[in-house]
């Protein structure tokens, strides 16, 4: 027997690097520093339906795009804003019914990253 799982398509982009100026401080936010984001994200249409055409996919190569344009064009002043925002844009932007983001930032000498992760789903009215 096979049980269908296509509600549980996912694509994954991993380790997506931006420059950004984010933090508490108007000094930290002085210059652009190194992010990554990655994106988990279940589009509309289940796999099996996108009939090899990527016409009916949401391109990861545009989900990157925008995400760095987002992201650059932003000055915020806590990671979970701008992992909050960005989420949202991304579901405005592209077909997707839920998407994951975690955002890691670089900036405490002592640890290898810190990072916020937000899950938002699209409404469905």
């Not at 049980?3 to 549980?8: A, K, L, S, V």
């Not at 000094?27 to 994106?39: D, H, M």
Request: proline fraction near 2%.
């Amino acid at each position: 027997m096979i049980h269908d799982t296509r509600g549980n398509d996912q694509v994954h982009i991993e380790r997506l690097e931006i420059l950004a100026r984010v933090g508490v401080s108007d000094e930290e936010r002085a210059s652009a520093q190194r992010l990554t984001v990655n994106i988990t994200y279940w589009p509309t249409r289940p796999v099996a339906a996108m009939e090899d055409e990527i016409a009916r996919a949401v391109d990861y190569a545009a989900v990157c795009t925008e995400t760095k344009r987002f992201v650059q064009a932003r000055s915020d002043r806590l990671i979970e804003t701008l992992a909050d925002a960005l989420a949202m844009q991304l579901l405005a932007v592209f077909e997707m019914r839920r998407i994951t983001i975690e955002l890691r930032k670089f900036v405490l000498p002592e640890v290898e990253f810190v990072s916020v992760t937000v899950t938002r789903e699209r409404s469905s009215a």
